[in-house]
């Protein structure tokens, strides 16, 4: 038995089946299609959609929680660097080397040491390349701020306030930089119609492969 998550009824012709990422099935349908209808396709592709429902599964694992001991990685602008606990270290959290080098005593605390660098390095290169796009554009936003969201990765209010989560640091130069793209185009068209990813598109051309980067990557980029 195979359960309907969602059923969309749009001014379409055809059928189509959706997994989404966690697993569940939307199904997009022309507006008279009735219930026996979408029940009865969704039977005959039972076994298709199971089998993408476990391919799912093995593939969206959800992610440990990290253990602070050598060796272990922790990326940043879209490269991983192993951890080493070293004696002391001033600050007591440093890139140095190739190494994430953090100091014995700060152990306990490693999760908000972590947390308060990789929110540090968000505001200085979140802004950085926010400020040079909105030049280059002509784009005059609000104020700006760096977030703990674990899954928005940026947002832009009604009065032009941009907000961006610290974990988007961990993520390469390239997805960083569509997201920033993505809230500022939103100055100019608020919603996400075809002409707001559009001018998306005409900024960055290649937009797509960073939503699918996102997509597949996004669990990932946390503590």
């Not at 309907?4 to 749009?10: K, L």
């Not at 990765?153 to 974990?167: D, E, H, I, K, V």
Request: glycine content about 4%.
């Amino acid at each position: 038995m195979v359960n309907i998550d969602r059923i969309i009824h749009s001014q379409r012709k055809s059928f189509a089946l959706i997994i989404e990422t966690d697993g569940s099935l939307t199904v997009r349908a022309p507006l008279r299609a009735s219930r026996t209808q979408i029940e009865q396709l969704v039977l005959e592709k039972a076994v298709w959609i199971q089998e993408k429902q476990a391919w799912l599964r093995r593939h969206h694992e959800a992610p440990k929680p990290k253990n602070y001991i050598n060796g272990e990685l922790f990326n940043y602008l879209g490269n991983s660097y192993p951890l080493e606990i070293v004696p002391t270290a001033r600050p007591v959290l440093q890139l140095k080397g190739g190494r994430f080098q953090l100091a014995q005593a700060a152990l306990p605390r490693a999760v908000q040491v972590f947390s308060n660098w990789y929110r540090g390095q968000a505001r200085q290169v979140i802004d950085e390349l926010v400020k040079r796009r909105a030049s280059e554009h002509g784009w005059v936003y609000g104020s700006f701020r760096i977030t703990s969201a674990r899954h928005r990765w940026g947002s832009c209010s009604a009065n032009g306030t941009l907000n961006f989560s610290w974990r988007l640091v961990m993520a390469p130069p390239a997805v960083i930089d569509y997201v920033i793209v993505h809230e500022l185009v939103h100055l100019e068209i608020k919603s996400h119609s075809r002409s707001y990813w559009e001018r998306v598109a005409q900024i960055l051309p290649e937009y797509k492969a960073q939503i699918t980067w996102l997509k597949a990557n996004g669990r990932w980029l946390q503590l």
